[in-house]
């Protein structure tokens, strides 16, 4: 009889766990509005504006490779 007591005297706070719990999982699960989801816009703006960067320059004689060894 003592255990049916202690369960109704804690009833109010296993149904409080039990809707946080709820509350937690379904904000956890919930899909991410566009407005809030800001990196998704970020990625597709730098996959279009990729720059591109080109590297010119003559190569070293073996005389030049020699006097920037030395």
């Known amino acids: 009889m ?3 007591m202690e369960l109704s ?3 109010e706070f296993i149904f409080l766990g039990a809707l946080i719990l709820i509350g937690v999982s379904a904000a956890a699960t919930a899909a991410v ?3 809030l989801a ?4 970020v990625a ?3 996959a279009s504006t990729t720059p591109i960067v080109v590297v010119k320059a003559k190569r070293l004689t073996a ?4 006097a920037l060894g030395e």
């Open 2 to 4: 003592e255990n049916s």
């Open 9 to 11: 005297k804690h009833m």
């Open 33 to 35: 509005p566009k407005l």
């Open 38 to 41: 800001p990196a998704a816009q």
């Open 44 to 46: 597709s703006v730098k």
């Open 63 to 66: 005389e030049e490779k020699a």
